[in-house]
């Protein structure tokens, strides 16, 4: 079965530092991830996603992620956060491989970003 | 206009009132999710439909119905509401064609509160 982990409920940092929210997964097959963000009093909104190929990936708002098969990681970086980088994020890992499953949510890393 | 509107956005009910939320999308996709969101809980799924004809339970399916009149509708119901249902809700949509790889597109929300 699939799940996620997300380390760390609440993250804070100061503006212009870098942000790392981590998530690690566990998949029987080819996993598709996710990592979606949720800004106060609205629904989620797709960060970034891995499917196939390159395992860097770039998403909006200057995020990126990198998906380690051997760390079974899908850690979420910023170089340097900004104060409307503040909300909650979620990974989530799909099933891949042409099995077409649902997402699974991890329990959300809510980010500060202190002045 | 949004691609996933859910109504009512907010609604407040006593203990054992039948309740339904609703959610309508454009966006054409065949695969629809009711999810339920409480703090530290990250998103649950309580129904997911594949198309009009197929309906499946999620993690969180018990007090809880799901009605699919047509691809682009998507209704949930509480029977007889309880304290416990009080949470954030969302209608979201997938697809795996044209492009897509599962990712979900969510709606806004709805806040349950019951009293």
């Known amino acids: 079965a699939q799940s996620v982990t997300q380390l760390g409920s609440h993250v804070s940092v100061s503006e212009g530092a870098l942000v790392l929210l981590r998530c690690n997964y566990s998949?029987?097959?080819?996993?598709?991830l996710f990592w979606y963000v949720q800004y106060p009093n609205q629904g989620l909104q797709l960060l970034l996603k891995?499917?196939?190929?390159?395992?860097l990936v770039k998403g909006i708002n200057g995020f990126e992620a990198e998906f380690k098969k051997s760390e079974t990681s899908f850690h979420l970086t910023k170089p340097s956060a900004h104060m409307s980088d503040a909300a909650e994020y979620f990974c989530?890992?799909?099933?891949?491989?042409?099995?077409?499953?649902?997402?699974?949510f991890g329990k959300g890393t809510k980010l500060s970003v202190k002045p | 206009d949004a691609d996933v509107t859910q109504t009512p956005r907010n609604r407040i009910t006593k203990t054992g009132k039948r309740i339904m939320l609703e959610c309508s999308q454009t966006?054409?996709?065949?695969?629809m999710y009711w999810y339920r969101q409480d703090p530290g809980l990250g998103l649950r799924l309580i129904y997911y439909?594949?198309?009009?004809?197929?309906?499946n339970k999620g993690e969180i399916s018990d007090g809880y119905s799901v009605s699919r009149q047509a691809q682009a509708k998507f209704s949930l119901s509480l029977e007889s509401a309880i304290p416990n249902q009080t949470a954030l809700y969302f209608c979201?949509?997938?697809?795996?064609?044209?492009?897509?790889?599962?990712?979900?597109?969510f709606g806004e929300g709805s806040r349950l509160t019951v009293l």
């Open positions: 998949s029987s097959v080819p996993p598709y």
């Open positions: 439909s594949f198309d009009v004809k197929d309906i």
């Open positions: 979201a949509t997938s697809a795996w064609d044209r492009g897509n790889t599962g990712e979900l597109f």
């Open positions: 891995y499917t196939t190929g390159a395992t």
């Open positions: 989530a890992v799909g099933e891949g491989g042409g099995s077409q499953g649902n997402l699974i």
């Open positions: 966006k054409g996709h065949d695969r």
